[in-house]
Every structure is written in structure tokens, then in C-alpha cells.
Nanobody, 130 residues
Framework: QVQLVESGGGLVQAGDSLRLSCAASGRTFSIYAMGWFRQAPGKEREFVAAIRWSTGDVTYYADSVKGRFTTSRDNAKNAVYLQMNSLNPEDTAVYYC??????????????????????WGQGTQVTVSS
């Protein structure tokens, strides 16, 4: 089992930055990739970013956040981060981190599919005011 705990959310103004953290515990050696997703009220959960856990050299981003958000990981701390810059009200959502174990999946094809991730955090609220 892997446990995930997000932190760093809050209320900010448009144009501000936030850095979300996701602390992993448990069988962290079994993590292959980490993803960030978000869900706004009345909307489906959507992909934000993903990173290969072991090396951090492969990352993917949703078009809506590309150039503004950056994900990184610190294996020594068993943590993954989401640096969010130039926030706008459309970024308001609950942000979740998720972990994927190795298995029959193709990271390059499936990184954006929430159903392909095995473990989820409880989420952290990000609210961006205009």
C-alpha cells in the first residue's frame, strides 16, 4: 500500500503562485509514476501533470497548464511537487496526487488516465480569485 498526503493549497489571487506537495509513505519503492489531477465543482476530474517517479526525467502536462505548472520529485523525501505559476480562476479546483505502480500500462499512452492510477491522496483545495 502507498499513502499519499497533499498539502500547500489555499486562496490566492489571479497571477499568484502556489506550490503543492504530495508526501508518499508505505511501499514507495513500488511507485512507477506520480500524477496530479484536479476536479472543479460540477466537473469531472481532469489530468494536470505526471512524472516518472524513479528518474524524474519524463514529465507530461495538460495543455491548459503547460508553461505555467511544473512537476518535480524528491525521492529522498518521498515527495512530488507541483509548482503553479500565473494562476487564474479557471485553475480553481481540488488538486489530487496519485501513484501508479508498475504493471501492464504504457506511461507514454496512459499518463492522463485517472483510472490507471492505483493510489490517491485526499486532495487539497486551490482557489484563485479574480
Amino acid at each position: 500500500q502507498v499513502q499519499l498526503v497533499e498539502s500547500g493549497g489555499g486562496l490566492v489571487q489571479a497571477g499568484d503562485s502556489l506550490r503543492l506537495s504530495c508526501a508518499a509513505s508505505g511501499r514507495t519503492f513500488s511507485i512507477y509514476a506520480m500524477g496530479w489531477f484536479r476536479q472543479a465543482p460540477g466537473k469531472e476530474r481532469e489530468f494536470v501533470a505526471a512524472i516518472r517517479w524513479s528518474t524524474g526525467d519524463v514529465t507530461y502536462y495538460a495543455d491548459s497548464v503547460k508553461g505555467r505548472f511544473t512537476t518535480s520529485r524528491d525521492n529522498a523525501k518521498n515527495a512530488v511537487y507541483l509548482q503553479m505559476n500565473s494562476l487564474n480562476p479557471e485553475d480553481t479546483a481540488v488538486y489530487y496526487c496519485a501513484a501508479r505502480q508498475p504493471g501492464l500500462w504504457n506511461f507514454a499512452n496512459d499518463y492522463a488516465l485517472a483510472r490507471r492510477y492505483n493510489y490517491w491522496g485526499q486532495g487539497t483545495q486551490v482557489t484563485v480569485s479574480s
